[in-house]
């Protein structure tokens, strides 16, 4: 079961992954990054699961932080330059 | 009350799909934003939902990631449109134009 729905998180992370690289502008590739931190999370709630350890959602949580800070720090990058 | 978890966590990889393959074919910045924003939203509020009903024992934690999911996601997209939008782009089908 674990199985199944991971290998449908890794499609959607995929399917993600061809817009990231692909993406015309840096707003579509930094959109493309905050979709895949937020696809990262839940991957390591399911690996969370199946190995029945809690201490992977505790990375998960810095995980979420970090991406939330890259995703705003490129927004600010964008906006005002360096 | 685990088929009801695992319910809820194919139920949010639907989600995630639908957010993927959105992100892929809308023709716009914003209208990405949009796709990649809500649906992940509630596509990580159910695995979270799903995986509090498998063990009950983790639910401070899951419930610390989701109040933090709920806060951060909606933030950085707006910050990520807010940066969009002064950098000039504009929507590519305007109909109030």
């Known amino acids: 079961m674990?199985?199944?729905?991971?290998?449908?998180?890794?499609?959607?992370?995929?399917?993600?992954?061809?817009?990231?690289?692909?993406?015309?502008?840096?707003?579509?590739?930094?959109?493309?990054?905050?979709?895949?931190n937020i696809m990262g999370v839940s991957l390591l709630v399911l690996l969370a699961l199946y190995y029945e350890r809690s201490l992977y959602l505790d990375i998960a949580l810095v995980f979420g932080l970090i991406g939330f800070l890259g995703s705003t720090i490129f927004g600010r990058y964008i906006e005002k330059g360096i | 009350?685990?088929?009801?978890?695992?319910?809820?966590?194919?139920?949010?990889?639907?989600?995630?799909?639908?957010?993927?393959?959105?992100?892929?074919?809308?023709?716009?910045?914003?209208?990405?934003?949009?796709?990649?924003?809500?649906?992940?939203?509630?596509?990580?509020?159910l695995v979270l939902l799903g995986a509090m009903c498998i063990e009950p024992t983790w639910a401070m934690k899951l419930i610390l990631l989701a109040i933090f999911i709920l806060l951060t996601n909606p933030l950085s997209s707006s910050v990520i449109a807010r940066a969009t939008h002064a950098d000039g782009k504009t929507l590519k089908y305007d109909e109030l134009k």
Not at chain 1, 4 to 27: E, Q, V
Not at chain 2, 10 to 25: E, W
């Open chain 1, 2 to 36: 674990f199985e199944l729905l991971t290998s449908l998180l890794i499609l959607s992370m995929l399917i993600t992954l061809y817009r990231f690289l692909k993406g015309p502008t840096l707003a579509d590739r930094v959109v493309a990054f905050d979709v895949l």
């Open chain 2, 1 to 45: 009350m685990d088929t009801l978890g695992y319910m809820f966590i194919f139920v949010g990889m639907g989600s995630f799909l639908i957010s993927a393959v959105g992100l892929v074919r809308m023709p716009d910045v914003y209208t990405r934003m949009h796709v990649g924003t809500k649906a992940t939203t509630m596509g990580t509020l």
